[in-house]
C-alpha cells in the first residue's frame, strides 16, 4: 500500500464518521498488514505512543479542571468580577471576561470552560439585555483563554510530542493569552459604546467585593502553586499536576461541596476524557510510524522550502492549514500527528519550536470556533439552547482579535519566547 491510498482510505474512514483514533488506527493496521508487518509491531507503536511520564500530567490537569466545574468555581469568579465591575457600562461582558480569565489558570480545556461558563454568564447577560449573539460570541471566544494559559492541555501533549520543556511552552503561552484578553476587552469597549443602551449593573458596595474576593482566595492560589513550581524548579509539570489535584480535593473539602457523588462524577469525566486522548495518542504514534517509513517529513520539508525560504511566510501558510484542520477536529489529534512532520520542517527554517506550539495551539482554538463545526461552539449552543445561526453570526466580529493575536505572534517571535528566556527555562 502506498501513502496516498493510505491518506485516502483515513479520510474515508473519517467520512464515515469513525472515531478519529480508531480511522487512524484502522488505516495503519491496513497499512502494515499489506506491507508485511506484523500486528505485535502495531500494537508496540501504540503502547509506545503512551508510555510517557509527562503525559501522566494530562489526565491529572483533566481532574483538575472536572472537580473546579463541578465545585463552582467558575461561580465564585464571576462573583468576584461582577463586585468589581458594578457600573461600568457594559460591565456584564467585561465580568464574562474577567470569569474567562480567571478560570482560564485552572481549566486547561476550552471545553469545560465554556460548558461552565456558559450556564452563569449568558442567562444573566440576556436578562440585563444583552443581544444572544454577542453573549454567546463572549463566552465562547473568552474560553479558548483556558486552551493557551497554562495550564494547558494541548501544551502538555505538545511539548511531550516535541521533547521541548512544558515549563517553557506555558511560560511562554501566558503574553498570548493576555493579549487574546486585551483584544477582547478591546472589542467589548467598541461594541459597548455602540449600544450606548446597555447600561451598569448594581451601585458599587465594598462588602460584597470582600466577600467575593475572601471566597476565590483558595481557587486563586491553584496556579500559583502550578506555576510557581514549575518555573522555581521545585517539580516538574507532572508532579505540579498531581499537587494541584489533591489541593483542589483539599478545597473542596474546605468548602464542603465534594461529596462523593462529585468526586465519583468528576473522576468518571476524568477517566472518559483521558482514555479518549490517550487512545488518540497511541493511534498518533501508530500513524507516526507510517508517515516515517514514507518519509513525509523529509518529502515535505523539500516541498515547502522548494516553495518559500521566508519562514514568516511559512508560517502564514502554514496558520491557513491549522485553522482549516481545526474547524473539524481536535486539537489532541492534529498536535500527535502533525508536530513530528513539522518538527525537522521549522529546524530548517530556524523557527523555534515554542513559538511554532503557542502558534500551533492558537491556531487549533480559532479552529474550534469557526463555524460551521467548531466544537467549542456546540458546546455553548448544546447549553444555550438557541438557533446556532445566532451563534454562528455572533460569534464572526470576535474572530477578528483573536486573528490579530495570531499574526502578532507569528510576525513577532519575541511575544511568545521573552517570558520563558527571562525565566530560564529556553533551552
Sequence with gaps: MDLWLYILLFVVFLLLRVPVAFAMIAASLLYFYSNGLSAGYAITSVVNGINSFPLLAVPLFIFVGTVANHLGIATRLYDLARALLPRLPGSLAYVNLGTAIGFSWISGSALADAASTSKVQVPQMLKAGYPYGFSAGLTASGSLMSTVMPPSIPAVLFAATASISTGALFA?????????????????????????????GKPFVGSLLGKAAVRVIGPALLPVIILGGIFSGWFTPTESAGIAAVYMLVLGGIYRTLTWRVFWKSAKETVVISGGILLILGASNLMGQVLAREQVSRSLGEWLTGLTDNPILFLLMLNVLLILLGIPLEAPPVILVLVPILMPIVTQFGIDPVQLGVIMILNLMIGSLTPPVGAVLFVVGSITRRPMGELFRGILPFLIPLGAVLLLITLFPAIVTSLPTLLGLMG
Design 172 to 200: 511562554a503561552s501566558i503574553v498570548p493569552a493576555m493579549l487574546m484578553a486585551l483584544g477582547l476587552a478591546a472589542y467589548i469597549f467598541f461594541w459597548v459604546r455602540r449600544h450606548p443602551e446597555i447600561a451598569g
